[in-house]
């Protein structure tokens, strides 16, 4: 089965207040053609769950900014104050999750889980309104399992078959948001004919992906961030 | 030398060679600045790689190899890369032998406040609970006090907790402080400081021993 498909198809199954997981840590990973595909698309009242929310201008950060977003599940937007300042006017609801928990919720639902116990912040205000637990004699507070109806993820080659291989630091959430959405859509940089990837190293096996869009020649979105470069 | 360098060379004592070591942000990445690579530590960076070095030239700086602040990194040989899932089950499974954070306040106890001021910092927590309640040794390199001149070691902390109880070592400008039996102890003096100013500008109980303590 050839998954290829062009972006504007790939993106129109994704409907209004819908639920979306983005891939990406900072720029390496965050599929950017897919979401300015959905920010051009005007879909609304999503809710998107991803590690950051990218930079000010940059990425989903981008779908925020245009009053796309109502809810943000997310680890941490220190990098973005303009969508900390959207959250303190109250113009999107964000909910924290430490880095590694928030990862494993996604992990947890794409394996099929309800959800599991852990004691990461039992001490704190992140543990409240959380159903707490003692297993083993350990105490432990239940993080339930997150879902989304699409995940966009971004992948350094593919084949037509959906076999996904990412690279370096771009790997971050891409693996384990592959495999928690009803629909996953990713874009590649490159595609190559099925065959031709060592079943070794694939990182995604192709069950996992529903469509796979080429994007082509990198826009500057992908590029190096100057600001960032501090040697 | 300005007081975060001092503090950073200092903290870079503490790493043993062949660690799996993460350096927070502020002056916990600073240590890299002072790090003996003879050491053949491994860098781990919340973001997937184990095996990062400095950060790079702009020559040299690869559009998908950041560190988890975003900066562009160079790599050591037998570095690693992996998914988030992974990078937090090496926290959480106990194979980071030692993580630097920061610190808003600290208190007598050894808890940990860093990650959020009610109403006017609330970045979100980031990897930050899991490296202070799961790294098997926590040191704390911080001014000792904030901007304002106050101590940001007190009692106990006002501001929402990172984790209870889980500093090992607090490196400041001016002392290094091991939290021992729920208590602070004063272990080394910097050479510029004095007993009396440390005691001044630390508000919570601290033992003193009887004897004359090592400089740094």
């Known amino acids: 089965m050839n998954k290829v498909t062009n972006i504007i198809d790939a993106i129109s199954i994704i409907k209004d207040g819908q639920t979306i997981m983005v891939g990406g840590f900072g720029v390496p990973g965050t599929p950017f053609m897919l979401i300015e595909a959905l920010l051009q698309q005007g879909t609304r009242h999503l809710t998107l769950i991803k590690n950051e929310a990218n930079e000010p201008h940059l990425g989903v950060s981008k779908l925020i900014e245009a009053g796309r977003v109502d809810r943000l599940i997310t680890s941490h937007l220190g990098l973005n104050t303009t969508v900390l300042e959207l959250m303190h006017d109250k113009k999107i609801a964000v909910e924290f999750n430490p880095q590694g928990i928030l990862v494993e919720r996604i992990r947890c639902g794409g394996a099929g889980l309800i959800g599991f116990i852990s004691d990461i912040g039992i001490d704190t205000v992140l543990s ?9 004699g350990q105490k432990g507070v239940v993080e339930s399992a997150l879902r989304a109806d699409v995940a966009m993820i971004h992948a350094a080659v593919g084949d037509d078959l959906g076999n996904l291989v990412y690279e370096k630091s771009a790997r971050n959430f891409n693996p384990a948001m592959a495999t928690a959405a009803d629909i996953v859509i990713a874009e590649v940089e490159s595609i190559v004919n099925t065959g031709s990837l060592d079943p070794d190293t694939i990182h995604t096996p192709s069950a996992f992906v529903d469509r796979v869009v080429e994007i082509g020649k990198l826009q500057d979105e992908y590029g190096i961030l100057e600001h960032h470069v501090f040697a | 030398m300005p007081s975060r360098d001092k503090i950073a060379r200092r903290a870079e004592q503490e790493i043993i060679a062949g660690q799996v ?6 002056i916990p990445t600073l240590i890299l600045k002072y790090l003996n690579w ?15 070095q400095s950060h790079c030239s702009r020559e040299t700086a690869d559009r998908n190899l950041i560190d988890a602040g975003g900066g562009y990194i160079d790599l050591v040989k037998g570095a690693s890369f992996f998914d988030s899932s992974l990078s937090f089950a090496l926290v959480r499974g106990g194979r980071l032998d030692i993580a630097f954070l920061g610190a808003l306040e600290i208190s007598a106890r050894g808890d940990l406040a860093n990650w959020m001021i009610p109403g006017k910092y609330t970045p979100g927590i980031g990897g930050g609970m899991e490296l202070a309640q799961k790294a098997r040794r926590l040191i704390i390199t911080t001014l000792h006090t904030n901007r304002k001149g106050q101590p940001k070691i007190i009692e106990s902390c006002n501001l929402p907790l990172t984790a209870k109880a889980c500093i090992d070592r607090i490196i400041t400008e001016l002392a290094v402080i091991d939290v021992v039996d729920d208590q602070l102890k004063l272990v080394e003096i910097a050479e510029e400081a004095t007993l ?21």
């Open chain 2, 38 to 52: 003879e050491k053949r530590v491994q860098i781990h960076s919340e973001n997937g790689i184990l095996g990062m």
């Open chain 2, 196 to 216: 009396e100013e440390i005691v001044e500008k630390t508000d919570a109980p601290l033992m003193i021993p009887d004897r004359n303590l090592p400089q740094f």
């Open chain 2, 21 to 26: 070591v993460n350096l927070g942000i502020g």
């Open chain 1, 128 to 136: 409240q309104n959380k159903q707490a637990i003692t297993l083993n």
